[in-house]
């Protein structure tokens, strides 16, 4: 099926420790998003893409990284994960044309 | 801060009843205001949405209201079901983001009771 796909889908990380959340998109969407869900404070942007080799930060960037090496992937590494980076977190794909497609989400707990 | 403040936070309505959730805006540069219905252990999916030279848009039993002097918009979902209980974020973007980056609300937990 079509659409977008997340790796994994739970993950426990200790303190300190680094981890990559991957993004596969099959839709040939030019633009890719991750964002973080908290309750009460809806979706946001931690850092986008606009296409192919290029990211751009968000609303809440810091403790962040990520990578567009292919159209179709993008992917968002903790490098030393904070209990304050315990959240749900969603990757989206669009086009000029088309609204979001978001994946399943990924809920990370960090103790 | 949020840039789109969308109310209540959480409504529970009959069978059969009208849902309402409101959302308002600051940003003027806004040009399009989708909403998304989301279920739990899903992502986001997108339900509906408008741009500013309309002042309402249906598709089925979902409504959007668009009001742009007030810089408000409000979804009504009609004769809710419980089938309809899930989290609803409004959200929008603007022309300056020419690739449609959205902001989102803080989302509305509506629970509809057989």
């Known amino acids: 099926n079509a659409g977008v796909t997340q790796t994994p889908k739970f993950r426990v990380l200790k303190t300190g420790q680094s981890m990559t959340l991957l993004c596969a998109q099959d839709?040939?969407?030019?633009?890719m998003y991750w964002y973080r869900q908290d309750p009460g404070m809806g979706l946001r942007l931690i850092h986008y893409?606009?296409?192919?080799?290029?990211?751009a930060k968000g609303e809440v960037p810091d403790g962040y990284n990520v990578s567009r090496l292919k159209k179709q992937n993008f992917l968002l590494g903790l490098e030393s994960a904070a209990p304050s980076q315990t959240s749900v977190y969603f990757c989206?794909?669009?086009?000029?044309?088309?609204?979001?497609?978001f994946g399943s989400g990924t809920r990370l707990t960090v103790v | 801060q949020q840039q789109v403040k969308q109310s209540p936070q959480s409504l529970i309505v009959q069978k059969g009843g009208i849902s309402i959730i409101n959302c308002a805006y600051e940003?003027?540069?806004?040009?399009?205001f989708p909403w998304y219905q989301q279920f739990p252990g899903k992502g986001p999916a997108l339900l509906i949405a408008?741009?500013?030279?309309?002042s309402e848009k249906k598709e089925g039993r979902f409504t959007i209201s668009f009001n742009k002097s007030a810089k408000q918009f409000s979804l009504h979902i009609m004769d809710s079901q419980p089938g309809d209980s899930a989290t609803y974020f409004c959200?929008?973007?603007?022309?300056?983001?020419?690739?449609?980056?959205?902001?989102f609300g803080a989302g509305t937990q509506v629970v509809v009771t057989p």
């Open positions: 989206a794909s669009s086009n000029r044309v088309s609204g979001y497609t």
């Open positions: 408008i741009r500013p030279d309309v």
């Open positions: 940003n003027t540069a806004f040009d399009y």
């Open positions: 893409s606009v296409g192919e080799g290029t990211t």
């Open positions: 839709m040939n969407h030019e633009y």
């Open positions: 959200a929008a973007s603007g022309k300056t983001d020419s690739w449609g980056k959205l902001q």
